[in-house]
């Protein structure tokens, strides 16, 4: 999922349902990754849409001692230019009170 192809479905969306909230959010966890999401009421209910942004990994690293009862420590080198994308959907489940995922694969874009 390109950022082109996520402002166009936004833009999309905004024009043909209404939007309850939308935002976006930054974890400095796995070298900073970004989510922006919107909530809007559609067809099949309340739905949320999450596009994350999150660099690549270049390098797994892992540090250990072939001593007994050592630790083992992996880490990760990320790029500072590549970027993944991923665009996850979910409906909100009235019964249990939280957002379910649909499965992308019932999904064709």
Do not use: C
């Not at 559609?42 to 690549?56: A, F, N, W």
């Amino acid at each position: 999922m390109t950022p082109e192809r996520w402002k166009d479905i936004k833009g999309n969306i905004k024009d043909k349902f209404s939007v309850e909230e939308e935002g976006s959010e930054h974890l400095d966890d796995e070298g900073g990754v970004d989510i922006e999401y919107l909530e809007f009421s559609g067809p099949l209910g309340r739905m949320r849409l999450e596009h994350i942004t999150k660099p690549v990994v270049l390098d797994k690293k892992t540090n250990y001692s072939n001593r007994i009862g050592s630790e083992t420590a992996v880490t990760y080198v990320y790029s500072d230019t590549e970027k993944n994308y991923k665009l996850n959907v979910y409906k909100w489940d009235d019964a249990i009170g939280e957002w379910q995922e649909l499965d992308a694969k019932k999904f064709s874009w």
